[in-house]
């Protein structure tokens, strides 16, 4: 028939432009891509006859699909373009240099080191330099003199080190972020048939002819028509912003779209457009072109109308060359093709734009930023100080003291006195702020992210890592991540009998063997299979949902072949097919027979199923009358027994339509699922993975609560819950079912409250046969909670399509690597490519690691900071010179950022890190111990530096360095003082390895590489410096004893730890801590109500409000903290080219993609989820009917019903994953 169509279709319509071998166009197809519904059916009517046809002209078949030959592939893919957008470049090399260069205090020590150079080579004239004062004079011998420019070029010398520094820091981490995309990109698979084998290829490579087969939880990667489907929906919300789902026919609306998401049902499809050419492909080139970022959404859709109708135009002029040129041009839109980042249509956003209340950055990052400005107004404070006393000294002392008048000789000798003094008063400016920070924490979580990978954690938003390590309650699935998810049929009731393991097929009647067998086979998803295993005396593989493998190896063991059966009935001889769905809770098949009556098998959470069953098989093969008190029975002798020993039940039944009767009506489901006959009941049992316990006893010590919620029936999830240690004898723990949780937390109108919440959440343990929406409801409950004095912070997993509210709503979602849909990774944080619990706990590990590093780094950097600020200050004040040169104090600036940043915070983590409760959402950065050692070691330093400075000439027996003139040459007494500092930084760098006050410091320092060379590294170029430094580094070469001084004093540090470190915090009341996070309440109404247009509430910039501004604009440093960490996330920003700053919001808030619909009490609105075939289901309520949801006044947001409103409340902390950083809301707002 298809040849027929084919040749018919080809002789009547005429069409000029076949181009190449195929029998359509790439411009037809994409014409035909963008109808709907009745036009689309109609186009493929006029110019191909049907999808037959369209299927000959692409030289495939509907059957057996392309034949995969790797010439025409090829050839299909020049003709047709590839499946996948092509990325937005990176930035340069050079841009980077060019940002890191925007750094305000690096900007004013290069202006003072040039105006340094240039007044350097002024020479006055003879006659004056004799009377311009006693602190000049003398020192102008000719050598001397020419040596002048030295520091100037140092000056600049180290700052082109700084910025190499930072932008190689920003290179590498983009490059890393790209690997990482890339790598989520190559791990996301598509089935395909290709002739005639069901295989599954990278996404990347689909091409224009392809039979692909979609099932629930897909994200479709590819633009097609559909060839056959079961019960499909989609949810198109990402294109059009509709948030029903569609229903697809191949009558009525055979269309599907890249970029939109499966929310039930099965089916194949011809695949017509590809990457660039696709929906959303399109899209992705229009938004590349650039709309306007604040029109509204309306002007949006015309805007978008009318540009798709000038592609169009442009198409019939160009070709199809041309424009794939053109979207490649345009490369803001050009990003990979983004398989988990699904795409969103401009206008999506918009509305999103519009319901989001404010968000907050992530909790590290708000306790940083506000560190940051508080040390930077310190140290801004301080700088000017040093500056204005130096200035004032001079003048009393040259004018006032020597009475000396102002002459015009000497006016560039002041001048360069003066600079210098600037330039003094920088270095401190430069050495206060911690610009270190910001790069400590983006190695930290580089590093993190990097190592996560192999304990099998794919991070995909950075401060996720950070979040886990805070927190205190997990609410996991039980299948596959408790679970091994290998199901087995281990016990059935059948013919009137409970086998307690698989009976023989003897002892089963032949009628009842052949209605299972036949049953099984038919209505169980043909994609799922058991397949040979890989490794020879291994275990079959299970293909597919795992509760249909277990019944297919059920059939198995009982001797018979699933796979002759469906060979014998392929799928589209299946009259209808009612898909798994978490409101149904079961599956049926219908089929025809040739009488013209009909069957339907069905299966289904045994509960359920039970209850719509009036008949029930006996041994003898027939059916005798099935009464609500035998299924009482029945439930008593046979469910609760298995259900106790953990095994999930499912009940397999079916029932005649007799012919007579004529067809039944198909859609109204409530008649059709009744009156089936019972067949059998199965128990299935789930293993507990072997590791999980040992993993859930570390959580519970770590302070950590894991909480069971699951759609299996109450007493599987108890028996396994025990197993695993969730739940242990004897204590007073709940375990509550979905619909006793709802009764208990909504009140008489049928409101959830959060007070009921509160009196349930802390005791709960377990959540069984719970709906999506509970699992919702719980996370909320509980992150919402003002019970305990600190907030929850929760991390969920989830695999399902529905699981993503959840995912969403929590502070941290893991989704499933490998049972998880697409719609759940979508949501989540991270994902587990492994599925396995013990995987969480290694993240918790990490999460603990990156804060501890961070504080660690804290610990050393501060120190430095006081003791390097107070030097050059109090140097400068009383010998009018600082101590530490300018070149001097940019190195130590190195050693303590940039390499301690490496060296801190790369430690491993260690398993004791899982022995203290989490820390709090307002604990301090630094804690009182950290205080302790920071004054501690901060006055031990001081101590010996300036015992060093006052008295160090007479200790040694060399020339004091003080008071030398302008350009004297450098001493050996300021070399040992700079070479002692340094010595203590280096050693000070091992006590910061501990910060709670353990003893040993060296505790495993040899596990941690990075740290070792970077400590020998930095020894070996201080060698080099101060021996041959010289004059750049105002340095002389010392003697061995001096040396062996300068470390013993070094090494004093290490002595005066353990001293410290005996002292009991407790003991020191006068301690305050620092760095808490802000808490809401903080911020006064007018403020807020000040920041309403602001995107974000940011406190550093509530920091700035209070006054000098204009001062902090050179705080640049925050700017770099913020750029670093923004750099990082924009590099993993999914839509890189296409959202417009404002709109990316926080990525904890929920998505508007997948328009997850949350709805409690209609059945109608399916939300499916058949990874298991009860897993994290709502319960149809059958026994009450839930009183209908007051009537929203906001019936555009999609999660209305239930009074569940999906908005992220403020109080949650996100980080914005938005290039809108503090100081680009600053600028704005200055």
């Known amino acids: 028939m298809a040849n027929n169509s084919y040749s018919g279709v080809k002789n009547s319509v005429a069409e000029p432009n076949h181009e190449g071998e195929f029998g359509c166009s790439l411009k037809e197809l994409r014409s035909l891509m963008e109808l709907r519904g009745a036009e689309g059916i109609r186009k493929i009517q006029e110019s191909f006859g049907d999808v037959n046809g369209l299927c000959g002209r692409l030289k495939s078949s509907p059957i057996d699909g392309l034949s995969g030959n790797p010439v025409d592939i090829d050839k299909r893919k020049s003709e047709f373009g590839q499946n996948f957008i092509p990325p937005k470049k990176p930035k340069t090399f050079l841009q980077l240099v060019w940002e890191a260069l925007q750094d305000v205090t690096l900007i004013i020590l290069e202006v003072a080191a040039i105006v340094s150079l240039g007044l350097s080579f002024y020479r006055p004239p003879e006659s004056g330099s004799k009377n311009c004062g006693k602190g000049t004079g003398g020192v102008e011998d000719e050598g001397e003199a020419e040596a002048g420019w030295i520091e100037g070029a140092a000056i600049l010398l180290s700052v082109i080190c700084v910025v190499l520094v930072t932008a190689f820091n920003d290179w590498s981490k983009e490059k890393q972020f790209r690997g990482l995309q890339s790598r989520i990109e190559q791990e996301q698979k598509f089935t395909v048939v290709r002739d005639g084998q069901v295989i599954q290829i990278p996404v990347a490579e689909i091409v224009v002819g392809d039979i692909a087969q979609i099932k629930y939880g897909d994200l479709l990667p590819a633009d097609g028509i559909l060839i056959q489907g079961n019960d499909l929906k989609i949810d198109e919300s990402s294109l059009t912003g509709e948030s029903d789902h569609v229903k697809k026919t191949q009558e009525k609306d055979p269309m599907l779209l890249s970029g939109t998401h499966v929310m039930e049902g099965s089916g194949k499809m011809l695949v017509t457009a590809v990457g660039v050419n696709s929906q959303t492909g399109i899209i992705f080139t229009l938004l590349g072109a650039g709309t306007e970022d604040d029109e509204d959404e309306e002007k949006e859709e015309k805007k978008k109308e009318k540009e798709r109708k000038k592609e169009k135009k442009n198409k019939k002029q160009d070709g199809s060359a041309e424009n794939r040129k053109k979207a490649k041009a345009q490369d803001g839109a050009a990003m990979e093709m983004q398989p988990l980042n699904s795409d969103e249509g401009a206008d999506a956003e918009e509305k999103r734009k519009a319901n989001l209340p404010k968000k907050e950055k992530s909790v590290l990052q708000g306790k940083l930023t506000r560190l940051a400005v508080q040390i930077g107004k310190a140290g801004l404070v301080m700088s000017a100080i040093t500056v204005i006393i130096l200035v004032v000294l001079f003048i009393v002392n040259t004018f006032w003291v020597q009475g000396l008048p102002w002459e015009k000789s000497c006016t560039p000798i002041y001048i360069q006195f003066f600079v210098k003094f600037f330039i003094i008063g920088v270095t401190v400016l430069v050495v206060a702020v911690p610009e270190g920070l910001p790069l400590a924490v983006t190695i930290s979580l580089a590093y993190s992210v990097k190592k996560m990978m192999k304990d099998n954690n794919l991070v995909r938003h950075l401060d996720a890592c950070e979040t886990m390590g805070n927190a205190t309650a997990i609410c996991s699935d039980k299948t596959g991540t408790l679970t091994m998810n290998r199901m087995t049929v281990v016990q059935a009731y059948i013919a009137d009998k409970h086998y307690r393991r698989v009976p023989e097929p003897e002892v089963i009647p032949a009628s009842i063997m052949d209605l299972l067998v036949l049953g099984i086979s038919v209505n169980c998803a043909y994609t799922t299979k058991i397949m040979p295993p890989e490794k020879e005396g291994g275990l079959p593989r299970q293909v597919g949902n795992k509760t249909e493998c277990a019944l297919l190896g059920f059939v198995l063991d009982l001797k018979k072949d699933y796979q002759a059966i469906r060979n014998e009935i392929p799928e589209e001889k299946l009259y209808k097919v009612y898909t798994f769905n978490s409101v149904r809770k079961s599956m049926s098949t219908v089929l025809k027979n040739a009488d013209g009556s009909f069957r339907m098998f069905s299966k289904g959470a045994s509960e359920i199923l039970l209850k719509k069953c009036y008949k029930i098989l006996t041994a003898t093969g027939e ?596 290039p809108a950083s503090p100081m680009h809301s600053l600028e704005t707002s200055l």
């Open 623 to 1218: 059916a005798k009358v099935f009464r609500p008190r035998d299924r009482d029975d029945m439930v008593k002798k046979v469910i609760e027994p298995m259900a106790s020993e953990g095994l999930r039940t499912i009940c397999l039944a079916y029932r005649d339509f007799p012919a007579t009767d004529g067809e039944p009506d198909w859609e109204n489901e409530s008649d059709i699922l009744t009156s089936l006959t019972c067949v059998c009941v199965v128990g299935i049992e789930d293993p507990v993975r072997p590791e999980v316990p040992d993993a859930i006893r570390k959580c519970q010590r770590a302070g950590i609560t894991v909480r069971m919620v699951t759609g299996d029936n109450i007493n599987t999830a108890r028996a396994i819950a025990t197993k695993c240690g969730i739940l242990q004898p004897g204590d007073d723990f709940l375990c509550l079912e979905g619909k006793e949780f709802n009764r208990r937390i909504r009140n008489e109108k049928g409101e959830i409250e959060q007070e009921r919440i509160d009196k349930i959440w802390p005791k709960l343990r377990v959540l069984a046969r719970s709906s999506p929406t509970d699992k919702h409801t719980l996370v909320k409950g509980i992150i919402d909670s003002t019970v305990e004095e600190q907030r929850q912070v929760v991390a969920v997993t989830g695999d399902g399509t529905n699981d993503g509210p959840a995912l969403k709503k929590a502070d941290v979602g893991f989704a499933m690597g490998i049972a998880g849909t697409d719609v759940a990774k979508e949501a989540s944080d991270i994902i587990l490519t492994d599925d396995n619990f013990t995987s969480i706990v290694k993240a918790v590990m990490w999460g603990r690691n990156v804060y501890d590093s961070i504080s660690k780094f804290l610990q050393f950097q501060l120190t430095v900071n006081v003791v390097a600020v107070i030097v050059a200050f109090t140097g400068a004040c009383i010998t009018q010179d600082s101590p530490l040169k300018a070149v001097q104090m940019l190195w130590v600036n190195l050693i303590m950022d940039t390499f301690a940043s490496l060296a801190l915070a790369t430690e491993p983590p260690t398993e004791s890190l899982l022995l203290r409760k989490p820390y709090g959402r307002n604990k301090p950065l630094i804690s009182r111990t950290m205080m302790k050692n920071i004054l501690g070691h901060g006055v031990y330093q001081l101590t010996i530096i300036f015992t060093l400075l006052f008295a160090g000439e007479k200790i040694f027996d060399i020339d004091s360095g003080r008071n030398a003139p302008l350009h004297a040459p450098p001493s050996e007494h300021y070399t040992i003082v700079f070479n002692t500092f340094v010595m203590m930084q280096l050693f000070n760098e091992i006590n910061a390895r501990k910060i709670h006050g353990e003893r040993n410091v060296f505790d495993g320092i040899f596990n941690n590489m990075i740290f070792c060379s970077i400590v020998f590294g930095t020894f070996v170029i201080q060698i080099v410096i101060v021996q041959f430094g010289g004059k750049p580094f105002s340095c002389v070469g010392l003697s061995i004893d001096q040396w062996l001084w300068c470390i013993f004093l070094g090494f004093g540090c290490l002595l005066w730890g353990q001293v410290i470190s005996s002292i009991p915090t407790s003991r020191l009341k006068f301690l305050k801590t620092a760095g808490h996070g802000t808490q809401k309440e903080e911020i006064p109404e007018e403020e807020l109500e000040d920041m309403e247009d602001l995107d974000e509430i940011d406190h550093a910039e509530r920091e700035l409000r209070r006054g000098q501004i204009l001062w902090f604009r050179g705080l640049n440093r925050i700017q770099t903290q913020i750029r670093v960490v923004n750099a990082f996330r924009s590099s993993l920003s999914p839509y890189e080219g296409l959202e417009k700053p404002e709109s990316r919001t926080s990525i904890h808030n929920f998505m508007t993609h997948p328009e997850f619909r949350i709805e409690d009490s209609e059945p109608h609105i399916p939300l499916i989820d058949d990874t298991d075939v009860e897993d994290d289901a709502p319960t149809k309520r059958n026994a009450t009917p839930t009183p209908p949801p007051p009537p929203s006044p906001n019936q555009n947001n999609n999660a209305v019903d239930s009074g569940i409103h999906l908005f992220v409340d403020s109080s949650k902390p996100a980080t914005p994953s938005a």
